[in-house]
């Protein structure tokens, strides 16, 4: 069975840290480009990081020096670090997988949900 599953979400105040987690099983996941997205009640949906295969990296502007993606293929999981939380991060955060796209379409394609895979997402608040 295909599927991502989200996990590590939750409460914390503004200046904090949360790390999520993102298990994959049912593809090989050494082979498709990874990242996340969030969205929060009536906010545009965001492209938050990506990784291609070959372990490159890329961000949005909102969370540069802030968030780092990450991936253990022994593991099939991905990673998504957030220090220095602000209440505006607050959103429903979700992992995706697409094997089509390369790192510059794959952040594009997390904005419009253009992707093969994604999971049910996992809540974080930040509060001031």
């Known amino acids: 069975q295909v599927q991502l599953v989200e996990s590590g979400g939750g409460s914390v105040q503004a200046g904090g840290s949360l790390r999520l987690s993102c298990a994959a099983s049912?593809?090989?996941?050494?082979?498709?480009?990874m990242g996340w997205f969030r969205q929060a009640p009536g906010n545009e949906r965001e492209g938050v990081a990506a990784?291609?295969?070959?372990?490159?990296?890329t961000y949005a502007d909102s969370v540069k020096g802030r968030f780092t993606i990450s991936k253990d293929n022994a593991k099939n999981t991905l990673y998504l670090q957030m220090n220095s939380l602000k209440p505006e991060d607050t959103a429903m955060y979700y992992c995706?997988?697409?094997?089509?796209?390369?790192?510059?379409?794959?952040?594009?394609?997390?904005?419009?949900?253009?992707?093969?895979?994604w999971g049910q997402g996992t809540q974080v608040t930040v509060s001031s």
């Open positions: 995706a997988a697409d094997g089509r796209w390369t790192l510059a379409n794959m952040m594009l394609a997390l904005a419009d949900r253009n992707l093969e895979l």
């Open positions: 049912g593809y090989t996941f050494s082979s498709y480009s």
């Open positions: 990784i291609d295969t070959d372990g490159s990296t």
